[in-house]
């Protein structure tokens, strides 16, 4: 059943405003809205903003399209080109433009202030403003100034969002958690309001804690796939089977079975601008965090050791076919961005290798690169064949059917995804992370 066929509990309607319709602000919309608000969505990209208009949802998430129709169908959801027309006579505006990543590491935070000044005129206490978007611990202080000066007397509140892509209906209908913070209580206590549909823990804080609690979250994860990595290369060089250790470690609970998964490194659009711009953060405050810039230099070397794997497969690149199975970052996305297949593509290229390369949803323009239609395209003529996205369908392929094609005989697995003995049974070496 789509999510958007779930009903919320019915609770205090509100008028709402979302200012940006990326993955955060339109889920973030579409699942107020779901909860039974009012919500008009200011988004400042014509293209975007036409697609929405005409009841186009141009995000590849699965149930989006289906909630943000329930929503439009029951005029609870509007799109607007202008944020202070959608913002106008809203009892809580929320900030869910992107924070792309600025000098040194630090965040860029020109799209907040942007979205803040097109808002500050028409946005009055008590409502408030919500800061969706990630925004470093100190920030708030920050921006609280810059409205100042704009003039605005609105209360500010951070809200940060958890959710990830590819289930990003499901995490903003039934998140883990909320996270409110704010120096102003009473709008701590509307934005907390909001969500009570969602029926999730609350967390209710300053605005510095409700920053860090977000950047703690994706570097703690970051750091842990970091580990989890080197837990993999370490089982190799002992002879271990990383598999096996994983699962031990699973089992103890204070540790738990996620994002236990080795792969050619973190990416994505959040953990690495994240760490990057909690280091840079950090320092600002003369704290030098030692270990997640030790983090994000292990991420990058595990690049360097999965493109090893290949080389050695193949006996150099020089001239080499290697078949990439996956672009996208993770499995289940069209999304790109810092994705680590694309960065080991471009590596691969780089040394001399020329790739043919299939993804489900994922499309990327790189010299080198051949797009092909399906994997088994991807394998035909290669001498190694990289596995570099975990999407199930790869899981899924026959090995027999890839074998026949290959001119190589090794498959170097960078996301431990592929049955081994299935691989080998069909006449290839099987190589994966700590396997
Ligand atoms: C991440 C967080 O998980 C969200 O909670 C957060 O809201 C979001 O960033 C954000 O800050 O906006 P997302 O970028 O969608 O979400 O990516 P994840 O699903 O967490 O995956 C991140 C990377 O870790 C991917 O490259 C993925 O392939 C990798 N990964 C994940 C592994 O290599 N192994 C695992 O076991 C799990």
Request: glycine residues 10%; negative net charge.
């Amino acid at each position: 059943m789509p999510p958007a066929a779930e009903p919320l509990p019915a609770t205090g309607a509100r008028r709402v405003a979302v200012l940006g319709a990326g993955y955060v602000g339109l889920a973030t919309a579409a699942g107020f809205a779901q909860a039974g608000h009012r919500v008009r969505v200011g988004e400042a990209d014509p293209i975007r903003l036409a697609a929405l208009l005409t009841g186009e949802v141009p995000l590849a998430e699965p149930g989006l399209a289906e909630l943000v129709a329930s929503g439009v169908a029951a005029g609870r959801l509007t799109f607007h080109g202008d944020n202070a027309a959608a913002a106008a006579g809203a009892e809580a505006v929320f900030v869910a433009v992107p924070t792309p990543e600025g000098e040194g590491g630090a965040v860029d935070l020109s799209f907040v202030l942007a979205a803040l000044r097109s808002v500050a005129g028409v946005v009055r206490p008590p409502a408030p403003l919500v800061i969706k978007s990630s925004v470093p611990p100190g920030t708030a202080a920050r921006l609280n100034a810059a409205l100042r000066e704009m003039g605005c007397a609105a209360p500010l509140v951070v809200n940060p969002e958890f959710l990830q892509e590819g289930r990003a209906v499901e995490d903003v209908l039934h998140p883990y958690r909320i996270v409110v913070g704010s120096d102003d209580a009473e709008a701590a206590a509307l934005v907390v309001g909001l969500h009570v549909a969602f029926e999730a823990p609350v967390v209710v804080t300053g605005a510095a804690a409700a920053e860090l609690a977000k950047y703690a979250t994706n570097a703690y994860l970051a750091m842990r796939l970091t580990f989890v990595n080197a837990v993999a290369h370490l089982s190799e060089a002992v002879g271990a089977d990383a598999g096996d250790v994983l699962e031990a470690l699973a089992l103890d609970p204070r540790v738990g079975p996620q994002y236990l998964r080795p792969g050619p490194g973190y990416g994505g659009s959040c953990f690495p601008k994240d760490v990057r711009a909690l280091v840079a953060a950090a320092a600002t405050h003369g704290h030098d965090l030692k270990l997640l810039r030790a983090v994000v230099e292990t991420n990058e070397d595990q690049l360097d050791r999965v493109v090893a794997k290949v080389r050695d497969a193949a006996g150099g690149l020089e001239g080499k076919v290697v078949g990439l199975l996956g672009l996208a970052f993770k499995g289940g996305t069209a999304d790109t961005r810092n994705s680590p297949a694309v960065a080991l593509a471009v590596r691969l290229v780089a040394g001399g290798a020329r790739l043919r390369a299939f993804d489900p949803a994922a499309r990327v323009d790189l010299p080198g690169v051949e797009a092909v239609a399906d994997a088994v395209a991807a394998a035909a003529g290669a001498d190694v064949l990289l596995v570099a996205t975990e999407w199930p369908e790869f899981a899924a392929l026959d090995p027999a059917a890839l074998a026949a094609v290959m001119r190589g005989r090794v498959v170097v697995d960078a996301r431990n995804l592929l049955d081994r003995e299935a691989v080998a049974a069909a006449g290839l070496e099987y190589r994966g992370l700590g396997r």
